[in-house]
């Protein structure tokens, strides 16, 4: 038997309108999960691998949750489409971002109406390992893992990061930097641990859980790094430019500048990030440090 927890309490609107949500792996999980330790049958615990993206009416009436989309959609999602409201832990810790539709559109296919709210939301690390050590303190053989079907979605986390938490551990991401002989930027993961839209990377990040992270990139002298485009990454700007993410805002040309954003969402264990070849000029390769979500800067190799 694999009994799943998640989805047992419904949003009400009157919490929505209050920007309180059901958590993706709340208390209400870990309330049901003790009561199954009766059960005469082996059984597994069903636990939420994915992160979950609903539309709400200004009234707080659930319209219906996305079934096409990505992190990267609603990041660089135009501003004068969707603004955040809140981009906060809930009342139980677990990760929520708050969206308001300021005019009529679409996202992948879902119509937006003005006012409706768009609320992001994902299992926290830390919940998800408590429900796993109450899963198995009940008796439970294993864990499955739920994605949901459905183009352009993902799993959560990767096979790795899932096994360290059913162990008991929340593993973390370690993240390098360098420039590769074309002069791209390449940022990689080889921790245990992924880095996603739930977490922040750097020890002097907001306390939140930003839906995009942020490479920072800081030269000694103008003329490191020239006019290229973002590769893999979601943008490229200096500060100014990722301030309201407009090109207008832009004042110094990345010609000109000594520190640039590259932006993103989500890095898995393993993988990689490059930006376009050319941005960072040959000359400048030593001069380079780094930093991700407010961390110290260190040298890029």
């Not at 992160?51 to 501003?79: C, M, N």
């Not at 949901?148 to 790795?160: D, E, F, I, N, Q």
């Not at 973390?172 to 791209?184: F, K, T």
Request: aromatic share 6%.
């Amino acid at each position: 038997m694999v009994p799943m927890f998640y989805d047992l309490v419904a949003d009400t609107p009157a919490k929505i309108v209050n920007h309180e949500c059901v958590a993706m792996a709340g208390p209400e999980a870990a309330n049901w999960i003790p009561r199954w330790k009766a059960c005469p049958c082996a059984w597994r615990a069903g636990l939420a691998n994915f992160e979950r993206l609903t539309l709400f009416g200004k009234d707080g009436a659930l319209v219906g949750h996305l079934r096409q989309w990505s992190l990267d959609d609603i990041a660089s999602f135009h501003p004068a489409l969707i603004r955040p409201e809140k981009q906060d832990a809930d009342k139980n810790g677990s990760p929520a971002a708050w969206f308001r539709v300021l005019r009529d559109g679409g996202l992948q296919g879902t119509a937006l109406k003005q006012d409706q709210g768009l609320l992001w939301r994902a299992p926290g690390d830390e919940d998800l390992r408590r429900l796993c050590s109450a899963s198995f303190t009940a008796g439970a053989r294993g864990i499955v893992w739920f994605a949901l079907p459905g183009p352009g979605l993902r799993a959560c986390h990767s096979p790795a990061h899932l096994a360290a938490l059913e162990r008991g551990e929340i593993p973390q991401p370690g993240l390098n930097v360098r420039i590769d002989e074309h002069g791209s930027i390449v940022l990689h993961n080889d921790g245990p641990g992924d880095l996603n839209g739930n977490a922040p990377a750097g020890p002097a990040a907001s306390p939140t859980w930003p839906i995009v992270h942020h490479l920072t990139l800081t030269a000694s002298q103008p003329g490191s790094f020239a006019e290229r485009g973002p590769g893999e990454f979601l943008r490229v700007g200096n500060g100014a430019q990722e301030a309201d993410r407009s090109r207008s805002a832009m004042v110094v040309p990345l010609g000109y500048a000594t520190t640039i954003h590259l932006t993103f969402t989500a890095l898995p264990a393993g993988s990689s990030l490059s930006s376009d070849p050319g941005l960072v000029t040959p000359s400048s390769t030593t001069r380079l440090r780094w930093s991700v979500d407010g961390g110290t800067l260190v040298p890029a190799k």
